[in-house]
Structure formats: C-alpha cells, structure tokens
C-alpha cells in the first residue's frame, strides 16, 4: 500500500511569484485535504476536495486555489506568494466517509 | 467554533518516566478526538483516535481517553523512551461537509536518556 506523497519537498519563491505544490493520495482513498503549517503552530485547513470539486475551507483567501484530478491526486496553487505563505504545506487524504486522515511528509516553502 | 487546546510545552522528561500531556476541547455535538505525532522534518502520523465518550485509544503504549464530562482527552504513556521525542498534537473532527481537522498548537516532548 502506498502511502501520500508530496512533491517538492522544499521550495524557496520570491514574494510575488506563484506556487504548485503535489500530493497524491493513499491507495483506496478518495478525498484529499491541504493544511498550512507555520512554525511551532498546528497544521491550519485550508480546504478540501472530493470528486474533483472544492468540499469545504477555512479562513484562506482566494488566492490559495486547489485541483483535484481523476485519479484523486491533487494540487495547491498559491498566488502573489506573500512572506507569511512560509509554511510546512501538508497534504492528508482519506476516504469520504472515513475520519482518519493520513499525512504526507510535506512541502516546506520558504518565500523570501 | 471548535477549538482544542493542549498544554503548554516543552515537556522534558528522562527515560521510563510517566507521561501526561493534556488536552481540552470545545465542540458542539459529538466530534472524533485524535493524536497525532510529527517527528523532526517529517510529517504527522495518526498515534490515537477514539470517536465517542468513553471509548479508550491505544497505540504503541500510549492511550487517551475521551472524557465527555470535562471535554477532555489526555495523552499518556507509562514508560516514555528515548525514541518517543517529537511533537504531539491533539485534534478533533467534525464532518460538516468537510472532515476539517482542528488541532491544537502542539507539546514538543524530550526525553532524555
């Protein structure tokens, strides 16, 4: 069973400039969430997706978009990189009717 | 709105010592509670759930469990390692149209040999 996988693993920007970010999914789940991770904080939802469409957000602004594909990986677009966009970005997928999330090993962004 | 909180850290402790690290939350109805633990420059591993009052999680010699009456739920281990040295966050969900993770701020743990 493969487990999430992200890519890239780390990734320094200029403020100002755009982002993607990669996660795919668990053998066998269909549901994909994006968390933000300051340091020393706890991971922050920044929205969901299931069956290719948004599910559900938190307090993130439209700047931060997403993409769900068919065969439920997925993506994190950020625009107008801002220094305070420097987290750990978290991918976490699940089955829709599940409440077990299981988490990739990141994305650091560092934006300078 | 929910919300968990956890206590405050660093927690240093030596080898074989007990282990609690506390947890509170605030939700409204009946939400699933977890632990989860990141190591150095990886990511979170789901350590414990438990999904209604009384029910016990357990995993690895650690155990928590759901207190409806105080809205808690305490992590704790009877004999910390070495190994055991990560950072622990307590979280809970609700599905309300998305299953929205809610963590604490997270108890950085030591433990020294």
């Known amino acids: 069973e493969t487990g999430v996988t992200q890519s890239p693993t780390h990734l320094i920007k200029t403020r100002g400039q755009q982002v993607t970010l990669r996660c795919s999914s668990q053998?066998?789940?269909?549901?994909v969430s994006w968390y933000q991770q300051a340091l020393g904080q706890g991971p922050q939802f920044i929205f969901q997706?299931?069956?290719?469409?948004?599910?559900g957000r938190g307090n993130f602004p439209p700047r931060f978009s997403g993409l769900q594909f068919p065969n439920y990986s997925s993506e994190l677009n950020v625009n107008a990189l801002e220094l305070d966009d420097s987290a750990l970005y978290l991918c976490?997928?699940?089955?829709?009717?599940?409440?077990?999330?299981?988490f990739g090993p990141g994305t650091r962004l560092t934006v300078t | 709105g929910n919300s968990v909180t956890q206590m405050e850290g660093p927690v240093t402790l030596s080898e074989e010592a007990f282990l609690t690290i506390n947890c509170t939350y605030t939700?409204?109805?009946?939400?699933?509670l977890f632990w989860y633990v990141q190591y150095p420059g990886e990511g979170l591993q789901l350590l414990l759930k438990?999904?209604?009052?009384?029910d016990k999680g357990s995993n690895k010699g650690f155990e928590a469990t759901y207190r409806k009456e105080t809205t808690s739920f305490h992590l704790e281990k009877g004999s910390v390692q070495v190994s055991d040295s990560a950072v622990y966050f307590c979280?809970?969900?609700?599905?309300?149209?998305?299953?929205?993770?809610?963590f604490g701020q997270g108890t950085r743990l030591t433990i020294n040999p």
């Open positions: 053998s066998g789940h269909n549901t």
């Open positions: 438990a999904t209604k009052a009384d």
């Open positions: 997706y299931y069956r290719e469409e948004e599910n």
């Open positions: 979280a809970l969900v609700k599905v309300q149209g998305a299953q929205k993770l809610v």
């Open positions: 939700a409204t109805g009946y939400p699933s």
């Open positions: 976490a997928s699940s089955t829709y009717f599940g409440n077990e999330q299981y």
